[in-house]
């Protein structure tokens, strides 16, 4: 082997440990807070490593190496995911557009019924029907701003919900 590809090697080597070193505990924690299991960030985050040493002569180490990891981290956790829930609930089928819709219609409900009764009400008559939030107000007896804040906590669970 020539010194200078030998020198390569090494700096490579020198390189990977480093990123190793500096850059473990923010992707562990990435992919905690992205599983919500100990363990399974752990594996996650080494086998997110193992993919940058298998990938190391590919990698522009003159530039950050954090995103890559993180989006290999974040494509293994998705992987998992997606296997655990083929585990779980069998192969999906294929669902016709009415199926969709019902399942779609399902999730919606499922996420209204989490709302208080002036939020769901709110959002219905000012979101749904377009009464404004005074109209909404006078309806419920309230103030337009009580409607306004029913309206932006209910907003704020329904993205919650997604």
């Known amino acids: 082997m020539g010194m200078r590809v030998e020198a390569a090697i090494n700096n490579t080597e020198i390189l990977y440990e480093t990123t190793f ?8 924690k990435f992919l905690l807070a992205w599983t919500n299991d100990w363990a399974a960030a752990e594996d996650l985050t080494q086998e997110a490593f193992v993919r940058l040493w298998r990938n190391r002569d590919r990698v522009d180490w003159s530039r950050p190496v954090l995103p890559w990891l993180l989006v290999a981290g974040r494509r293994l956790a998705t992987d998992r995911f997606r296997a655990l829930r083929r585990r779980v609930l069998g192969t999906p089928r294929t669902t016709t557009l009415d199926e969709h819709l019902h399942d779609r219609w399902l999730d919606v409900q499922v ?12 959002i219905v008559l000012n979101l749904i029907v377009g009464n404004s939030t005074a109209e909404v107000a006078e309806l419920l007896d309230s103030t337009p701003g009580a409607i306004r804040a029913a309206i932006a906590r209910g907003r704020d669970k329904l993205e919650a919900a997604r």
């Open 111 to 122: 996420a209204m019924a989490g709302l208080s009764g002036l939020e769901r009400t709110a």
């Open 21 to 28: 070193q500096e850059h473990w505990p923010a992707v562990f």
